[in-house]
């Protein structure tokens, strides 16, 4: 059965750092896109960055852009987030999705995704 599972989530105080990770598992998904989608408290789910296939196109949201980084390892089936300087603001549970065939640009506007984790949560305290 393919999964997807977020860990790495936490409680950081503002301008901290954090690393999700994405495992994959039950496919190989060195195919798909992979990205990171964020809900916060009261808010509806936002996308946050995605990655292609091959790793070689990323695209992120203005609200986090310069201070998050997509990455992937297909050797290790595996996606991570870097985010740095955090902000209160930053705080959410943080969803992985993979979806096959999209390009990252249009991971924003995208109407549902191949696979999602159950996500992971990021506290960033003032």
């Known amino acids: 059965q393919e999964q997807l599972v977020e860990t790495g989530g936490g409680l950081v105080q503002a301008g901290g750092s954090l690393r999700l990770s994405c495992a994959a598992s039950g496919r190989t998904f060195s195919s798909y896109g992979m990205g990171w989608f964020r809900q916060g408290p009261g808010k509806e789910r936002e996308f946050v960055a995605a990655?292609?296939?091959?790793?070689?196109?990323?695209y992120y949201a203005d609200s986090v852009k310069g201070r998050f980084t997509i990455s992937r390892d297909n050797a290790k089936n595996t996606v991570y987030l870097q985010m740095n300087s955090l902000k209160p603001e930053d705080t959410a549970v943080y969803y992985c999705?993979?979806?096959?065939?999209?390009?990252?640009?249009?991971?924003?506007?995208?109407?549902?995704?191949?696979?999602w984790g159950k996500g992971t949560l990021v506290t960033v305290s003032s």
């Open positions: 990655i292609s296939w091959s790793g070689g196109d990323t």
């Open positions: 999705a993979a979806d096959l065939g999209t390009e990252v640009t249009e991971w924003p506007a995208r109407d549902g995704m191949d696979y």
